[in-house]
Every structure is written in structure tokens, then in C-alpha cells.
């Protein structure tokens, strides 16, 4: 597993922008504001970008997608590998084309050298005995720098999220209120974030996105690691009732970890009999861990979410 471990240290080693740099955004569809200096009780304050649809209009209210990783979102011109996933311009083309209702994008960047500890579904870590949660705070992402930097906070991520972003947001746009009308999304630790805030919060949001979701939890497999997720998933997708779930993945670079763990995820959704039109689990072979690859498919889960036929489906 050493090319794994490289390749997901080098995507960490990106991770350098201190919470002070606001990076300018340009966004070809849509607009997008920034909010400076959010404050948080439960986490380091951070800016928020605020990304209003095509048509965007004060005499209209818009469900909301709140997104991880946000400095990746918009502008390959400001982020580290310079890819990114291209929200604005997926997400304005499928408005303009009317094939979803416009929505607004919320996007949250992560903790920087904490993202790990940030992301990291913390019940699941506590769950797991003392010396294999020491062990796993020994791990680093490269040499001379851990993996983890500090204690696991998840649990404080979903609530500055809950308790903090969305009332702001919903209370400064025009945002529709209620769980119904709130989705959450991210990729690979921001895949873990996704589901693990949603079975957390099951009153809060009315679907998640999980795109390459990281299952292995940290650089290199881990039987023991996603045990624990796959129980606290069984342990509780029971609070889920009409929330839709997306799941999707390659297998290239880091993705080529996940196949066999994302099977494992499907097969617990259909023993529970989840039903089957809430929820979807791609494959894409041949795709790697990027954002230029979730890009490339960001209309799938988009059109899943936000899709106008979705009433009658």
C-alpha cells in the first residue's frame, strides 16, 4: 500500500492555505459571495462561500447544498492542484437546462492540518479500543507530519454546521426552510463527513452526497477501521426515512481502494431494505481520486437530489 500512502499524503501535503487566506473566487455561472471571518463556538472560525444560482432572485426562495472541501469547488486558479469540481458551472448548466430546481451551494473549507481530525467519524473512532486509537493518532500523512493533528471533533464539525452555518444561511438568503429542502455533499473524508452527519442529524437534511467516499478511514487498509463504520452505519440508517443517499466510485489512485469496501456499504443498504429509489451507488471504472473526476460526474447525484421529476419518481 505504499503508492496509496504516497498518492493520499501528497492530496494532504496540498492542503497549506492557514484560515486567513480567502482565496478570490471567479465562477462563470451564478454568483458567489464570501463570508469573512465566520465565527464558530464549536470549531476554528473560516470564511464560507456562498454560491447564488443563474436567476438568482429575492422574490424566490432555493433549497441549500452544503459542501466540504470549499476552497475546491469553483476556481482551479486558487486551489493547490489547480483542479476543482466545477459546482458552478455543472450545477448552472443543469439549472439553465431545467433539468434540476435552482438550488444555492454552500462551500465550507476544511480545516487545513486538522481536516483529518475534522472529518473523521468520531463515534465510530471512540468505538475502537484505547491502543488501536493511539495507533492510529501515530499514523502520519508524511514524514514528520501525523496524520491526525489533533483529537478526532467531527461531532463539533456537524454541529458548527447545523447549529451555526445553516441557521446563518437561512436566515441571510433567501433559503427555503426545513430538513427537506438542506443537502450536504463532499468526497472521500468529506464522503465520511456527509453520511456520518446525515445518520447524526437524520431532522436536518433531506439527502447526502458521498462521492469516492474514503472507507479505509486512513491511508492504508483497515479491517478494523471499517468495521466500525459499516456497524455505525447498520446501528443506525434506521433513523433515515425519506433522506436520499448517494454513493459512486472509480478505481483509480486512491480509489482503487474502495470496490470492494463500497460492495460491502450496498449490500448492508439492501439487507436493510433501504428503499431502493432513495438511494444509488455508482461505479466508474477507470477514475481516479480528483476533483476533475467528480467534476465529470457531479450531474449524476445533482440531478438525483435536485431533480424536478423527483416528486414523482
Given amino acids: 500500500m505504499k503508492l496509496v500512502a504516497l498518492l493520499f ?12 487566506s480567502t482565496p478570490n473566487v471567479e465562477v462563470s455561472k451564478g454568483h458567489i459571495e464570501t463570508i469573512e ?16 444560482p443563474p436567476g438568482y432572485s429575492e422574490n424566490n426562495n432555493y433549497d441549500v447544498l452544503y459542501m466540504h472541501d470549499g476552497r475546491m ?22 439549472i439553465e437546462q431545467e433539468k434540476v430546481r435552482p438550488f444555492i451551494v454552500v462551500g465550507i473549507p476544511n480545516a487545513v492540518e486538522n481536516r483529518h481530525s475534522e472529518y473523521y467519524p468520531q463515534q465510530p473512532f471512540e468505538n475502537l479500543n484505547k491502543q488501536k486509537q493511539q495507533a492510529l493518532y501515530q499514523l502520519e500523512r508524511y514524514p514528520g507530519h501525523k496524520l491526525f493533528t489533533s483529537k478526532v471533533f467531527s461531532d463539533n464539525y456537524s454541529r458548527f454546521l447545523v447549529q451555526e452555518v445553516i441557521p446563518f444561511i437561512e436566515s441571510h438568503y433567501n433559503a427555503n426552510k426545513g430538513a427537506q429542502h438542506r443537502y450536504i455533499a463532499g468526497s472521500s473524508m468529506g464522503g465520511l463527513i456527509s453520511w456520518y452527519t446525515l445518520l447524526n ?12 467516499t474514503h472507507w479505509p478511514g486512513v491511508f492504508e487498509e483497515d479491517s478494523e477501521v471499517f468495521a466500525e463504520f ?40 439492501i439487507r436493510q431494505k433501504y428503499p431502493a429509489k432513495l438511494w444509488q451507488s455508482q461505479y466508474f471504472p477507470g477514475e481516479d481520486h480528483s476533483e476533475n473526476a467528480w467534476a465529470k460526474r457531479l450531474h449524476i447525484p445533482l440531478e438525483f437530489m435536485f431533480g424536478k421529476k423527483q416528486a414523482s419518481d
Avoid at 9 to 20: E, I
Avoid at 201 to 212: K, L, R, T
Avoid at 240 to 263: E, H
Fill in 9 to 20: 499524503g501528497l492530496s494532504l501535503h496540498g492542503l497549506h492555505t492557514s484560515y486567513a
Fill in 37 to 52: 471571518n465566520f465565527t464558530s463556538e464549536y470549531v476554528e472560525d473560516r470564511f464560507l462561500y456562498v454560491w447564488l
Fill in 73 to 94: 469547488l469553483f476556481d482551479g486558479n486558487t486551489t493547490w492542484n489547480k483542479q476543482e469540481w466545477r459546482v458552478d458551472e455543472v450545477a448552472g448548466a443543469l
Fill in 201 to 212: 442529524y437524520p431532522d436536518a437534511f433531506a439527502g447526502a452526497i458521498c462521492m469516492s
Fill in 230 to 269: 459499516k456497524k455505525y452505519i447498520a446501528n443506525n440508517i434506521s433513523k433515515l426515512s425519506n433522506q436520499k443517499v448517494y454513493f459512486d466510485y472509480g478505481n483509480g489512485t486512491l480509489d482503487a481502494m474502495y470496490p470492494p469496501l463500497q460492495k460491502e456499504i450496498d449490500t448492508l443498504f
